[in-house]
């Protein structure tokens, strides 16, 4: 009896277990399903299809150029209202950056006519590659705060009332410029212009002696005291005959420094006090207005540069002097290996072709396509034996 009992048992335990392992079975095709689902999904996100377009130029060739990068761009902006980000997005990136984003793209439906060409296009973007670029966009877009100093020119009448005669007013009480840049700062909650405090140390760095021709090296030390990049020095000038304002800034950083000087209408009928407040709320606007278009500006004109190297130190000696050339005010360093570097630089001499200044420090650069070039040292061996000094990073 007891025999025939545990064989039951060992039946039913069986048949129990054979029901679980089915159910498992069923439970984990549907999960693997579901997720083979998902990660589709997600890919077809990344994937825009039957982009059709049409071009004309002075060539098929040419057409096929320009309809190519049109069919990218136009499958990049959908492809950004997927993922739900503003497709203006795409204004300020490069024709450049965009394909490198393509992971695949197929062509259909191709036609060439004297000098038009039309196709659909396929395009499959990398997820990892947008990701990348739409995060760098971000940061350009993320608020960045500057050093702003507020210079007065002393009147001659100014000056021989003071004791101690100076031609310029910048920590002292007289400088009303500054105190109206201050309040109109307050007014509108501005964060990114930041006024030095009126200390010991601010004063030794910046002082009569050098703000009319300060560097950024005199600066240094006050930058990374508030932890920015760069400084706005504002001199304000007024002429109490003709009852007129003049203002002259100058943009100072690690390897550029600039100076405009900036016009007002319909100043003159204003009284002194009016006059100031009218003044630094343009000043102010203009600063703010002229950092967020150079942010959007650089990003859409970086320039990419592979460089080929034999060693470390040969790269750290072409990277210094490029940093002292004062042809770029920007280089990212996009990726680095040991037979070559890529770069990416924002090039300043816009008067200039690009291949002719880089010429002019001893590089020669072959160009590879839109805003990308190979970089050569015309003296590679004298490089090599540079000190490896490393530049202080911006």
């Known amino acids: 009896m007891q025999p025939q009992i545990q064989c039951q048992f060992k039946i039913m ?9 089915r159910n498992f079975l069923i439970f984990l095709t549907f999960l693997t399903a ?42 990049f902006i959908t ?7 503003n497709p203006s997005t795409a204004d300020t990136i490069s024709n450049d950056r965009i394909f490198d984003m ?10 060439i ?31 960045e705060n500057y050093l702003l100093i507020p210079v007065k020119i002393l009147q001659k009448k100014e000056i021989e009332a003071d004791a101690y005669p100076s031609k310029y007013a910048i920590w002292e009480e007289n400088n009303d410029w500054k105190i ?48 920015v990049t760069e400084a706005f020095v504002v001199f304000f000038a007024f002429d109490d005959i003709e009852n007129k304002v003049s203002i002259s800034v ?18 003159d009928l204003l009284n002194y006090k009016a006059l100031l407040k009218k003044v630094s709320e343009k000043t102010i606007d203009y600063l703010i207005s002229s950092k967020s278009t150079e942010a959007v500006k650089m990003e859409t004109s970086l320039v990419k540069i592979e460089i080929p190297i034999s060693n470390l130190v040969q790269w750290m000696g072409i990277k210094n002097k490029i940093e002292t050339s004062n042809l770029v005010s920007q280089m990212n360093i996009d990726s680095i290996s040991k037979d070559f570097v890529m770069i990416s630089v924002g090039y300043v001499e816009g008067q200039v072709d690009i291949v ?26 004298k490089l090599a034996t540079m000190p490896a000094t490393i530049p202080e990073q911006q």
Do not use: C, W
């Open 13 to 21: 335990f069986q048949q129990q277990f054979r029901v679980f392992f």
């Open 113 to 143: 006519s004297g000098s038009t060409y039309s196709a659909t296009f396929n395009i499959l973007f990398s997820k990892s590659a947008v990701e990348k670029v739409i995060n760098v966009q971000k940061n350009i877009a993320s608020e």
């Open 180 to 227: 109206a840049i201050a309040e109109k700062l307050k007014e509108k909650a501005s964060t990114k212009l930041i006024i030095p405090e009126n200390d010991i140390n601010n004063i030794a760095i910046i002082n009569q002696d050098n703000i009319d021709h300060i560097e950024y090296s005199d600066l240094e030390p006050i930058l990374n005291k508030y932890k």
């Open 250 to 267: 100058q943009n100072i950083k690690k390897l550029q420094k600039k100076k405009v000087k900036l016009s007002f209408v319909n100043v």
């Open 79 to 85: 492809l950004l209202s997927r993922l739900s980000i």
């Open 34 to 75: 579901s997720l083979v689902s998902a990660n589709a999904q997600q890919s077809n996100i990344y994937m825009i299809e039957g982009t059709a377009i049409s071009a004309s130029a002075k060539s098929s060739g040419e057409a096929k150029v320009v309809a190519t990068n049109n069919a990218r761009r136009n499958a």
């Open 102 to 111: 393509v992971r695949s793209e197929q062509i259909t439906e191709e036609k």
């Open 356 to 381: 002719d200044a880089f010429a002019k420090v001893d590089f020669t650069l072959e160009r590879k396509s839109e805003n990308s070039y190979k970089l050569y040292t015309s003296s590679p061996k």
